[in-house]
């Protein structure tokens, strides 16, 4: 495997706190030295990375590849693609595929896939239920053998908190963490956006805060009861950071996440009836989304994830409350998270931890830091590269971006997953 020297960089590495300007040495696929070269060290390739940053490659926890079953939006060699050239060397795809990662078959059917691509990692969460229907459980076991790093229902719902309290305790056994979106679709059944007055003034059905904070808190006492980890995704109120923060205290295992687009987007951002901006959860307060940062910046959050959901245009094309939720964002979870440094929401190594050590961490994976010994898995980021988001030029086969125009500071040049180049900026 080629040894690589990536020269003159500004090496920032949040988890190993090392911040300066070094020289960073790799062979067969792993880190061997920061600053002074190993003996007889002869690279294959250099990189020359004067002015610009060497971070480590970001972990997404969530990024629907949209195989199989959905190919017709995107598949797992264009979502692939599209994540290493934002820097994304790691993503994690939920269960809800078709059909559902809940037999050891269907794991292995997108590992495959990931494979054969040839880019990113790509790591699977398991069902909770069998098919997601929230009535049996699935073979966790199983499915933990294949290699599933978790189990999760995706969002949907699991009705009966019995099967609730008896899949955490399975998973408990099995020593899997539980990834839980909590979510009552019962409470704001047939809402779009958040409930409040700017949905009362456009006409739109509204979607609770209760929504999110109710499952919450059922979902905190079986935790405590049957001593699961648990990890809680895609937050989007100020009352559901408290509650984590709370339990946290009260030292219930827990982490939680937020969506890169939860932490610029507000309800106010629906006025246009724009159906780029329909997500679930839906856009909050100016007041929940100031709080999602505090969580970041003090930690209650750890993660800062994508939530990826490629599109066909088509379905973004109806009225708003007849379009599908979801936006394209691969490509955009590294220069929003930076731009929130540039707005001064927290300080850089902060802002890195949270899209490379702080998620690794949740998955358990070694990745997400330039310690050493570990895998390659790391980018180079022009810094002062300045650019404006054009869907078009987005590479994920979804185009559903509800930052149009946006411009940002700082691109990705380079990618490398397990000490290989699989990006080049051109």
């Known amino acids: 495997m080629n040894r690589i ?37 002869t690279p294959e390739i250099e990189i020359e990375a004067a002015g610009r940053m060497v971070c480590p490659g970001l972990v997404d926890l969530s990024a629907r590849l949209r195989e199989p079953g959905h190919e017709q939006k995107a598949t797992i060699a264009s979502e692939t693609r599209a994540a290493v050239s934002g820097g994304v060397t790691t993503v994690c795809c939920p269960p809800d595929t078709s059909p559902v990662i809940d037999t050891p078959a269907v794991a292995e059917l997108v590992r495959h896939r990931a494979k ?8 699977t969460l398991g069902a909770l239920t069998q098919g997601l229907e929230g009535e049996q459980l699935a073979e966790m076991a199983a499915l933990k053998a294949e290699g599933c790093v978790g189990v999760s229902n995706a ?3 699991i009705r009966n908190s019995e099967v609730l309290r008896r899949a955490l305790e399975y ?3 099995y020593g899997l963490t539980v990834y839980l979106q909590p979510r009552d679709p019962w409470l704001g059944q047939s809402g779009f956006m958040h409930e409040g007055s700017v949905s009362t003034r456009l006409g739109l059905p509204g979607i609770p805060e ?11 006492l079986l935790i405590e009861q049957t001593g699961v980890r648990a990890h809680f995704c895609r937050l989007s109120t100020a009352r559901s950071v408290e509650m984590v923060a709370d339990a946290r205290a009260r030292g219930l295992r827990v982490t939680a996440d937020v969506a890169a687009h939860q932490l610029h987007l507000t309800e106010m951002d629906v006025a246009g009836f724009d159906p780029m901006f329909h997500v679930i959860p839906p856009l909050r307060t100016i007041r929940d989304r100031d709080a999602l940062r505090a969580g970041v910046a003090e930690g209650v959050i750890t993660a800062v994830c994508s939530d990826h959901q490629p599109h066909e245009p088509e379905t973004k094309l109806a009225p708003f409350n007849g379009t599908l939720p979801g936006i394209s964002a691969l490509e955009t979870l590294l220069p929003l998270t930076l731009r929130l440094v540039d707005e ?13 050590r702080g998620p690794a961490e949740i998955l358990g ?16 980021i022009d810094t002062e590269h300045a650019w404006r988001l054009e869907p078009d030029t987005l590479l994920s086969r979804g185009r559903n971006t509800p930052f149009r125009g946006w411009e940002f500071r700082g691109r990705v040049t380079h ?4 000490g290989r180049l699989v990006y080049e900026l051109r």
């Open 5 to 41: 020297a990536i020269r003159n960089g500004h090496v920032v590495d949040p988890s190993s706190r090392v911040d300066g300007v070094r020289d960073l040495f790799i062979a067969s696929g792993r880190i061997v030295a920061l600053g002074e070269a190993p003996e007889g060290f």
């Open 171 to 173: 998973a408990a056994t």
């Open 415 to 418: 990618t490398l997953v397990q």
């Open 365 to 380: 994976i070694e990745t997400g830091t330039l310690t050493p010994g570990t895998r390659a898995d790391l980018c180079v």
């Open 344 to 356: 001064g929401a927290f300080d850089l190594g902060t802002a890195l931890a949270r899209v490379t």
């Open 155 to 157: 969002g949907r719902p």
């Open 210 to 220: 209760t929504s999110e904070t109710v499952e919450l808190a059922r979902c905190l």
């Open 116 to 123: 054969q691509s040839g880019r990113a990692w790509v790591l």
